[in-house]
């Protein structure tokens, strides 16, 4: 193993370098111009009755976090599997993220939510797997997916990227939407949780 990569302050660097290559070819012309991309998809959230977001393991972390961020927005948000969260129906948007966009549980949801009238918004890497599919909205991002050892498309652990990659998306259409909206900080402050 390489002393610069054995070091934390090295490790920093490297994941620093791959997610600004990743936004910059987010921000780039892949997928026919992908800021029209990304705006329809901040869109797509905006225009919904009730998001609702599921991933599994790191990218279902990183989209909680999303969830609480469009929570603070005002928007209603529910996380898949909570047993507060009603049915999804038509009005509705199910986020997503998958690496691979096969992830069965998320795509038998994406599938369940497409059937009930809901639309479906998607983050993955793999822009012809079945998830992708079922996307209104679609964001491909250029990262490794989760079986991917192959260090090409990064040199860090598994998804790494692409879960690093989605928790900034969500922070970036939360950002959009925040602008969007004319609110202050001081707006949405009353929305932080107070029973912690």
């Known amino acids: 193993m390489s002393k610069t990569l054995d070091s934390v302050?090295?490790?920093?660097?490297?994941?620093?370098?791959?997610?600004?290559a990743t936004i910059d070819l987010l921000l780039g012309d892949q997928q026919g111009g992908s800021s029209d991309v990304l705006d329809a998809f901040a869109s797509l959230l905006a225009e919904a009755q009730r998001v609702f977001v599921l991933g599994a393991g790191r990218s279902g972390l990183a989209l909680r976090m999303t969830a609480m961020r469009m929570m603070h927005l005002g928007l209603e948000v529910h996380v898949v599997g909570e047993v507060t969260a009603p049915a999804i129906g038509a009005?509705?948007?199910l986020l997503t993220a998958s690496g691979s966009g096969t992830t069965p549980g998320v795509v038998k949801a994406a599938a369940t939510a497409v059937d009930a009238g809901a639309r479906v918004a998607v983050i993955t890497t793999a822009a012809s797997s079945p998830l992708a599919e079922l996307a209104a909205a679609l964001i491909v991002v250029p990262a490794a997916a989760k079986l991917d050892r192959s260090g090409t498309a990064s040199a860090q652990y598994a998804g790494s990227l692409f879960e690093q990659t989605v928790a900034l998306l969500g922070d970036a259409l939360f950002h959009a939407l925040w602008q969007r909206s004319g609110a202050s900080a001081d707006d949405l402050w009353p929305r932080h949780a107070n029973l912690e």
């Open 9 to 20: 302050s090295g490790s920093l660097r490297l994941i620093r370098s791959e997610l600004h």
């Open 91 to 93: 009005g509705d948007v």
